[in-house]
């Protein structure tokens, strides 16, 4: 079954944007190019993806586990390609690459914990949430143009658009927040930010949704448990390899690391063995007690384990049509795992989050990350014009000295696009007595 439509309308750019002399590739490849050089993209080698920085060498970082991603996505797109249907309306290979390693250059250091303590800076002055930055450090803030980021075409933009609602329709937002709290308590519910992108973005999303019709952009805004529901058939596949990755690829991590033994695997699946064998068929049929041998035998034989269930992921992917009556052929479907495949990869995650991202340990190291990211904000936004990089200063200072809310996102957008690392030294020039010198080069 193929749905045509117009191609060029998705390759269109934001402003003019002509392809130097004798340059063979397809948007989709400049798209990928300027990605890759990017300074955003570089920036992820030095980000926590759930396990801290400097634990080890062997723990994935948010670049790491975008590259995951983008081979996951690669891999579910051939799979699909290859049962010879909607080819016409799925992505090619590069753009499908792209996209997913875009999806997290938005994210702050220190996880999503960061993202929390941002979000908690900016209650009353339009928020902070990492989709919602990705798609503003992609249309905007990275240098390869003057004011429109790195300049993606309209379906790159439409792929990394997870959550097509604005923060301000799902917050009401309130100034007076802002006295709210000590710095050091994140606790509140109110901190964590919707799934959203944020309102500095209208403009870019009215041209990223400038073909759907009207009733497909107003199915696109409806909300369940403050989250858009709806998204685009590429970007499904991207949100999907994303699940696939941090559940399994964070799952080795922490079998690694000692995180997760073999007797809390065995104890956590107690009563949920038929999870494994519902999704047995012709190329996998492996018991609990084989998998359970595998991950926690030595690390060879636990990648290939590791290696076996995510191929079960995604040839086991499928295209759906939405639940929904969408128009467009982009919207109109979606790519997901069938309800058992699901139900295990879930299961899995819900172990790594109980016993990883819930431990102790992590939370601890998570909390001194918000801390910090919340005292730099509130030292900057004090005196940012004596404080603030010259970079950052040029862009506050050229800022109406009565618009507060874009003077306070030049601040979060500094310390958005920081690194673990750099945001630790930062915090140690301006609080630790004996750190910081005038030669210090960030």
């Known amino acids: 079954m193929e749905e045509k439509f117009d191609k060029e309308t998705w390759e269109n750019r934001r402003i003019n944007d002509d392809k130097r002399p004798n340059d063979t590739r397809s948007e989709w490849g400049r798209d990928l190019a300027r990605l890759i050089h990017s300074s955003a993209f570089r920036r992820m080698q030095a980000k926590t993806q759930v396990l801290g920085l400097g634990e080890s060498d062997f723990y994935r970082t948010r670049l790491t586990h ?24 799925l992505p090619n290979s590069i753009l499908m690459q792209a996209i997913c390693l875009a999806h997290d250059i938005g994210h702050p250091p220190f996880g999503h914990g960061g993202e929390v303590a941002l979000n908690k800076c900016m209650l009353g002055y339009g928020g902070f949430e990492g989709n919602g930055q990705t798609l503003r450090i992609l249309s905007r803030l990275e240098k390869y143009t003057e ?6 075409t309209r379906r790159m933009l439409l792929g990394v658009l997870k959550y097509p609602v604005k923060y301000s329709e799902l917050v009401q937002e309130d100034s007076n927040k802002k006295e709210h709290s ?7 519910k109110a901190y964590k930010p919707p799934k959203c992108y944020l309102d500095t973005e209208e403009e870019v999303v009215d041209f990223i949704l400038q073909p759907f019709d009207s009733k497909d952009r107003f199915i696109l805004t409806k909300v369940e448990d403050n989250k858009p529901i709806y998204k685009s058939i590429d970007t499904s596949i991207m949100d999907l390899a994303d699940e696939i990755s941090y559940s399994l690829h964070d799952l080795e991590d922490a079998i690694s690391l000692g995180m997760i033994t073999e007797n809390i695997w065995n104890n956590y699946f107690s009563g949920r063995n038929k999870v494994i064998t519902a999704c047995h068929g012709e190329h996998f049929n492996d018991s609990f007690e084989e998998l359970a041998r595998q991950l926690f035998s030595s690390s060879h034989k636990r990648k290939k384990c590791i290696g076996k269930l995510v191929n079960l992921f995604i040839t086991n992917a499928e295209i759906k049509i939405q639940n929904i009556d969408f128009s467009h052929p982009l919207l109109k479907y979606k790519v997901e795992l069938p309800e058992a495949h699901e139900k295990l990869r879930d299961i899995i995650f819900q172990l790594v989050l109980e016993k990883v991202i819930q431990h102790e340990n992590v939370q601890q190291l998570e909390f001194k990350g918000q801390k910090l990211v919340v005292e730099i904000f509130e030292v900057l936004s004090t005196d940012p014009e004596r404080l603030l990089p010259e970079f950052a200063k040029e862009r506050y200072k050229n800022i109406s000295g009565d618009d507060t809310t874009a003077q306070l996102r030049v601040i979060s957008d500094f310390i958005s696009g920081m690194t673990d690392d750099y945001a630790t030294r930062f915090y140690e020039k301006l609080f630790y007595p004996r750190r910081g010198s005038i030669f210090d080069r960030f």
């Open 66 to 89: 975008s590259m995951e991603v983008a081979q996951i996505g690669t891999g579910i797109l051939e799979v699909l390609k290859s049962k010879k249907i909607y080819n016409d309306m």
């Open 147 to 152: 004011a429109n980021g790195i300049n993606p």
């Open 182 to 188: 000590p710095s050091w308590l994140f606790k509140d």
